[in-house]
T-cell receptor
């Protein structure tokens, strides 16, 4: 199932700089998108979400951008901190799907001092 | 902050045995989910549950799987006759609503089938 794709398996960024994570989707029926962060041996932790009626949502250091025509979303983390080192998952759902989330494969982010 | 709790953290079971994975969702949440992640693969949806009924299930969720909310707090996933390919991390999640509301995940149960 390749409806949600994260094409970059890893990203290395210096502390204090911006991290940009990308996600593409193929199903135009998706209307709610989320980003999760995951540390080893823990479950996914919700970071930020966006509904398809918006193109941007911001929460502190995290901003999600949605480009519906390109079926693309991105997560910006500014400034990056060492504690941001984790795997980041993009997920998408449809209003008519009883909450079923479809996940991307994840991007491993490493923030270096 | 309220959280989803899952027990046990690790379960080792012989192939063919029944296993029950337990979850306590966040108390004011009404929608409950199970996902799994096989090592090296994506997180996959198994089932959603609302008002004591399955709302949606994936093709993975065959007759070997069942879910139950036996009381007001627990939400369980039962695998009747485990197979080697059931070895995975199983995550429980809950949400206030199924629409445009984030799901909050537990830390998972690692299920190892021998």
């Amino acid at each position: 199932d390749q409806q949600v794709k994260q094409n970059s398996p890893s990203l290395s960024v210096q502390e204090g700089r911006i991290s940009i994570l990308n996600c593409d989707y193929t199903n135009s029926m998706f209307d709610y998108f989320l980003w999760y962060k995951k540390y080893p041996a823990e479950g996914p932790t919700f970071l930020i979400s966006i509904s398809s009626i918006k193109d941007k949502n911001e929460d502190g250091r995290f901003t999600v951008f949605l480009n519906k025509s390109a079926k693309h979303l991105s997560l910006h983390i500014v400034p990056s901190q060492p504690g941001d080192s984790a795997v980041y998952f993009c997920a998408a759902s449809r209003t008519d799907s009883w909450g079923k989330l479809q996940f991307g494969a994840g991007t491993q982010v490493v923030v270096t001092p | 902050e309220p959280e989803v709790t899952q027990t046990p953290s690790h379960q080792v079971t012989q192939m063919g045995q029944e296993v029950i994975l337990r979850c306590v969702p966040i108390s004011n949440h009404l929608y409950f989910y199970w996902y799994r992640q096989i090592l090296g693969q994506k997180v996959e949806f198994l089932v959603s549950f609302y008002n004591n009924e399955i709302s949606e299930k994936s093709e993975i969720f065959d007759d070997q799987f069942s879910v139950e909310r036996p009381d007001g707090s627990n939400f369980t996933l039962k695998i009747r006759s485990t197979k080697l390919e059931d070895s995975a991390m199983y995550f429980c999640a809950s949400s206030v609503d199924s629409r445009n509301q984030p799901q909050h995940f537990g830390d998972g149960t690692r299920l190892s089938i021998l």
